[in-house]
């Protein structure tokens, strides 16, 4: 198919190179004519503005969006004007679905199509291929199907489940129609709220087995400090990296991002090219919101969003009025 | 009655104080002789080594330790020696209710009692008295009760519980025999597990307040930061020190920990003086164990106490881990 | 001063009651003409709709709302074509404070102010006063002063914060003017938010004493149970209703919520009345959706509210998910 | 090598199949004669009791313990009189770290080594391999690495980790000795905890998009019941089966459980053959005391162990005293 693609970050530069691999033709755009002329290098044709993809694009047109989800409604704006009743619009960047429902009211005003997909897969995508969780018009679904197709990975990705032989569908051919506009999007927020509550376990643990030689430490005495009634149990200094490369084999907890923690703890078991201050980019806060309208219990997923906050420092307020609180009842002086 | 103090800190100091206001004689020991002399001044008996203690109490001695929890052992380690059967050692500091289990037994071998109290009221208490949750055998509880009773807050602290008028015990007299061993100790250690959560709880609720006004910050737009949909609703400067004091009279959560921290937000609203490490002396942690061991599901708590490890930099190694991981699967970077 | 009251529920009708022992005139509205006779019966005006309300009322007028937030905008909607400009609508419900912004810009079209104030107090407020906090334009939240003065609880309900003698402002008596529209209810979210917390903390502890006898029960041996490694540590049996009396008098963890819960378990330490599906109404949510916008952690908060969802069963399809996995890949089968 | 195997449930049968497939004699024993006779028929020595195991046995001895964690204690002391010095116990099973150590000390008073294996891999490890984390002396674990080589799975279960073509060791061949006596299961039980948290982190994600069409359901409006402000946004039926089955291919949150959770989605998306009580068995429980005692904040993991016991009824307490005190404060009586 002939496809625009707007946004040639990190994502939307190798969906390009993956659709052309695929034997489809991209027209792409980026406010940086930089990008724009790395990947006309590989192959793509390249637009100088929307006006010019727009010309460019066989009709009816379909523009893909891999922008921040910040932006996207602006480039909408800006985009809108060169399109044409019938056009396509795909965001595939990390919108709030909410928004992607908002503008398909919108854009269906003027007769352009709109479809919201999630997209996974990071930067490993090029070559694994990108899990697309698709919402959206079903026919217009249906039309986009050859670049979903070409985008998504191999089915051999991951071994066949047990007693699916029968099932029709593309759920294991990497991509899905999820449901009506926002569908996509609304998976992809669920699936990016699993990865924090699963991030944060692994994180979590290891920490616990980072300060297992806690035992060794000299303790204070005083009665601001918890004295560690057992220290003969905590004594061990273990090799992380080992460890995770033990599990990463017939444990239960296998997955990718095990995969990549053990490569990470390989390069450095200390990480201490790191600070710690975990950025998040909306899709944890969103699903938080989603499970309390649905009055969902999520303490976990929750518990994984709040400890990237604090990790930047946003708890600082409340902790001083606990420091505040414990010198009023108690004359207790914050330990240095 | 007669009655030897262990440790003249924070607490153990004003409890003399207030024995002697109550027709008490008390003899005091600590290993800095100032804090004796200080005592002494104020009419106890001082005692320079725990033989002079010993021979100073009459018979059978009863001894208070006001000491913290990680040298209690030791120094039941030195005074037992000068000890007699029948003697009573008391625990009023902020042992393990575990430790005073395992105590009880082995001073029982030397005929020696143990009485385990827990003592709420901190710096307030010479003046507002001491809540005492005590543990131990009956006989001898009862026979210390004239000291409970004394340090123990009026009556008329808190207005009667409707309905409560035929009920005998100690209870609304703020002492109370709470069971065998350890009982004293395990009813505190759950008391401080609620005290940690209501802090949290006003703690993270003026949280919320203070950041009220976010949405006047400039926004970044970029793959690391969640735009913020709405800031037209988080326009508002609260002033924390007032709206805590409006707290105070009427609302459903007024409660004394409320009346401290409107006291140090009117010194203080924005806490400057305080870094916000937030300090835990064991009593938090024992509950969450014991409430594992119960298989009793206590988030509040334990959220609590997590954030204070976290407050103190417990969980940057966990933090690194995350940074890792999504460097690794994303290509993100962290931000400054 | 005049005032129409809708809504005349547990809350509105006692504060209708307060306003006249206070010399205030009301006229009084609500769906259901036995809760206005009741009110009648007591010395207020009634009204029979809506026109007859505005009909009665001095001019400006001033029409408070106490009727539940999902149905304030349909009875604003019924009320409006009734006042006139100038009028003031005070919405003293537990409306989201999103709404009220939304409201006041609705309503100043028709020249109409509108005031939010959130109340506090609940079914005690006949007596003890009523706590509001208030958001809305200064001029007429100052217009309105001698209702929320009268509405308020005396200064003396709580002893004066040392320090404050020269502060001038109205927290210590029981209102505040907060900040523009929606100041009033969001401060009031927040405080149902701490107070959710602070529920929790109680009940959370509560449970643990409540179960400190488990070490009497018999012990299952299989790979489906964790083995008690201490029985012997847990042999207690509370008096709950006594150690809430307690902690009445002296203790950090005094509060007025800790007054009814003593009260509650002096009437029934079993509480076998209730079954413990807990409703939550809205200002829990909404304190974490603040939260998660303005990214403050608030892991106790939100964990107070999960605990409700948890609590009426809305766990269950997750739970369901947990033991399908363990069934798949550990061959668990559930316990009964 | 030569090994008697004591306790043949779900693991220890299928560990002495895939011994015995790798070439080693095994003498297998069960207080259940069928489960030895059925071990004997694929190719075991059967043994009638501890002294028929040791009878049969070359010296120096090595029995593997896998039975649950609450009779290892008894176990090892009626195994013992059949023991010599420099024979070896393993305890494969789920036993709690701190019980190793002790254990360990015992057993080399009568000469007796301790080893401990924390073993992952459930019901499948017969054919994809046991994961293994081993604790104890290096010269006794190295004399058993057959065992543990053939225990384990193949290195090719998992592609190369980039980078660690240098590194010697055994991580990547499915085993690891991780310190000395306790670190097999310490790295087990955090292994467990971590499992803990990503099995949370998915049934939590489902249970929002099984709830996603709660927007299609009749609301209440009453004081107790929080109104949906934007039910279109909730009007998604998901088809989870087909949902888990993409997130296999391409996306970040692939692992091993969400296999199994996919396949069990298959058979059954309403999960209706489960009640969702949720056993744990310990190294839940132990992860948590672990990280309070080493003060590391470990919110997820926690959280997901608390929602197991909730699960099982057990924050029904702590629920009514909720109950009791909205009944209390507001006068709210529990919805149906």
């Given at each position: 198919?002939?496809i625009g693609m707007v946004g040639l970050g990190r994502m939307g530069a190798n969906m390009v190179r993956r659709l052309?691999?695929?034997?489809?033709?991209a027209v792409a755009f980026d406010r940086s004519p930089d990008a724009v002329a790395a990947l006309v290098k590989d192959?793509a044709?390249g637009a100088?503005?929307?006006?010019?993809l727009?010309?460019?694009?066989?009709?009816?047109?379909?523009v893909w969006l891999m922008v921040p989800a910040g932006v996207v409604?602006a480039t909408?704006?800006?985009?809108?004007?060169?399109?044409?009743?019938?056009?396509?619009?795909v965001d595939g960047g990390n919108s709030?679905?909410?928004?992607?429902?908002?503008?398909?009211?919108?854009?269906?005003?003027?007769?352009?199509?709109?479809?919201?997909v999630g997209v996974s897969g990071g930067v490993f995508g090029l070559?694994?291929?990108y899990?697309?969780?698709?919402?959206?018009?079903?026919?217009?679904?249906?039309?986009?199907?050859?670049?979903?197709?070409?985008l998504?990975?191999?089915?051999?990705?991951?071994?066949?489940?047990?007693?699916?032989?029968?099932?029709?569908?593309?759920?294991?051919?990497?991509?899905?129609?999820?449901?009506?506009?926002?569908?996509?999007?609304?998976?992809?927020?669920?699936?990016?709220?699993?990865?924090?509550?699963?991030?944060?376990?692994?994180?979590?643990?290891?920490?616990?087995?980072?300060?297992?030689?806690?035992?060794?430490?000299?303790?204070?005495?005083?009665?601001?400090?918890?004295?560690?009634?057992?220290?003969?149990?905590?004594?061990?200094?273990?090799?992380?990296?080992?460890?995770?490369?033990?599990?990463?084999?017939?444990?239960?907890?296998?997955?990718?991002?095990?995969?990549?923690?053990?490569?990470?703890?390989?390069?450095?078991?200390?990480?201490?090219?790191?600070?710690?201050?975990?950025s998040?980019s909306g899709?944890?806060?969103?699903?938080?919101?989603?499970?309390?309208?649905?009055?969902?219990?999520?303490?976990?997923?929750?518990?994984?969003?709040?400890?990237?906050?604090?990790?930047?420092?946003?708890?600082?307020?409340?902790?001083?009025?606990?420091?505040?609180?414990?010198?009023?009842?108690?004359?207790?002086?914050?330990?240095?």
């Amino acid at each position: 198919m002939h496809i625009g693609m707007v946004g040639l970050g990190r994502m939307g530069a190798n969906m390009v190179r993956r659709l052309m691999r695929g034997g489809h033709q991209a027209v792409a755009f980026d406010r940086s004519p930089d990008a724009v002329a790395a990947l006309v290098k590989d192959g793509a044709d390249g637009a100088i503005s929307f006006a010019d993809l727009a010309r460019q694009l066989d009709t009816p047109r379909v523009v893909w969006l891999m922008v921040p989800a910040g932006v996207v409604d602006a480039t909408i704006a800006d985009l809108l004007p060169h399109l044409s009743p019938n056009d396509t619009i795909v965001d595939g960047g990390n919108s709030y679905y909410v928004d992607d429902i908002r503008r398909a009211k919108e854009l269906a005003a003027a007769g352009v199509h709109y479809v919201d997909v999630g997209v996974s897969g990071g930067v490993f995508g090029l070559e694994r291929g990108y899990c697309q969780m698709i919402g959206g018009e079903s026919d217009i679904v249906a039309h986009l199907e050859p670049i979903f197709a070409t985008l998504a990975p191999p089915t051999e990705a991951a071994a066949p489940t047990p007693g699916r032989a029968h099932r029709v569908g593309t759920a294991d051919r990497g991509y899905l129609h999820c449901g009506n506009v926002g569908a996509g999007h609304f998976v992809k927020m669920v699936h990016n709220g699993i990865e924090y509550g699963m991030m944060a376990a692994y994180a979590e643990g290891l920490g616990i087995l980072r300060h297992a030689n806690i035992g060794r430490a000299d303790q204070e005495h005083d009665a601001e400090t918890t004295p560690l009634g057992n220290p003969q149990h905590y004594q061990y200094d273990f090799a992380l990296d080992e460890i995770t490369e033990l599990w990463r084999r017939g444990s239960v907890i296998t997955s990718w991002l095990l995969d990549l923690t053990a490569e990470a703890l390989l390069q450095s078991p200390d990480l201490s090219a790191y600070a710690g201050r975990v950025s998040d980019s909306g899709e944890g806060r969103w699903t938080i919101k989603a499970a309390i309208d649905e009055a969902v219990p999520v303490p976990v997923l929750t518990a994984a969003l709040f400890s990237r906050f604090a990790s930047r420092g946003e708890a600082d307020y409340s902790n001083r009025v606990l420091s505040a609180m414990r010198a009023g009842f108690g004359g207790h002086s914050e330990k240095k």
